[in-house]
């Protein structure tokens, strides 16, 4: 059975840091793995998708980086502003199809 | 871009009670529908898979007879949480596929059962 974590739980960093939000899969047999942004009070948007062939995908100052071999995918986020505050879920496809088993996501806040 | 709305985005109701969650992709026709829960702290939990016309597949240890989906059109999918206990308080979220193979999310569903 599949299961996704993600480390750490909640993380507080200043305006303008970097950072990189971490997310591991007991099964490596994925047929891809996405970053979601979930805010409160609203639905989850999809950022990044990555296909089990990629090792990154990046969009604007967002890049997700794909390790199937040993599980593991890194979000990175350059800059980081306020409005980049939320929780951000990793969840991965194991036959292709949109069932999707998550994570239990990374409370980002971003302090001005 | 896509939009999948549902509706209500909070309810409270007493315990015994019914409630009934709607779930419409507003510009697509979602030939699938899924319908996930997430408590408190935990991960969000794929419920049931439905498909337009046909049965609801349940995962494993979801009760199809508590749990009631229907997915009439290609537009509306609904949950309906049959007597409903506190235990069932949860946060409820359906996401929706078309034609394009993305996948979109509803805004979800707080329901707390007192």
């Known amino acids: 059975k599949q299961e996704v974590t993600q480390i750490p739980a909640a993380l507080s960093v200043p305006e303008g840091e970097n950072l990189v939000l971490n997310c591991s899969f007991t099964?490596?047999?994925?047929?891809?793995l996405q970053w979601f942004r979930q805010d409160p009070g609203k639905g989850l948007t999809s950022l990044l998708l990555i296909q089990s062939s990629q090792r990154e995908q990046t969009s604007g100052r967002l890049n997700a980086s794909l390790d199937k071999s040993s599980g593991r995918s890194t979000l990175y986020i350059a800059a980081s502003q306020p409005g980049d505050s939320a929780t951000y879920l990793c969840?991965?496809?194991?036959?292709?199809?949109?069932?999707?088993?998550f994570g239990k996501g990374t409370k980002l806040t971003v302090n001005p | 871009g896509a939009v999948v709305s549902q509706h209500p985005s909070r309810v409270i109701c007493k315990s015994g009670t019914s409630v009934k969650i709607e779930c419409r992709s507003l510009d697509f026709q979602a030939t699938t529908m899924f319908w996930y829960r997430q408590f408190p702290k935990q991960s969000l939990m794929l419920m049931a898979t439905?498909?337009?016309?046909?049965?609801?597949?349940?995962e494993q240890g979801v009760e199809k007879d508590k749990f009631l989906i229907n997915h009439a059109s290609l537009t509306l999918s609904t949950l309906t949480v049959t007597s409903a206990h506190p235990e069932d308080s949860s946060f409820y979220i359906c996401?929706?596929?078309?034609?394009?193979?993305?996948?979109?999310f509803g805004s979800g569903t707080q329901l707390s059962v007192l």
């Open positions: 969840a991965v496809s194991s036959d292709g199809s949109e069932k999707l088993v």
């Open positions: 996401s929706a596929t078309g034609e394009h193979e993305k996948l979109f």
């Open positions: 099964d490596s047999a994925i047929y891809n």
């Open positions: 439905s498909n337009e016309g046909s049965k609801a597949t349940y």
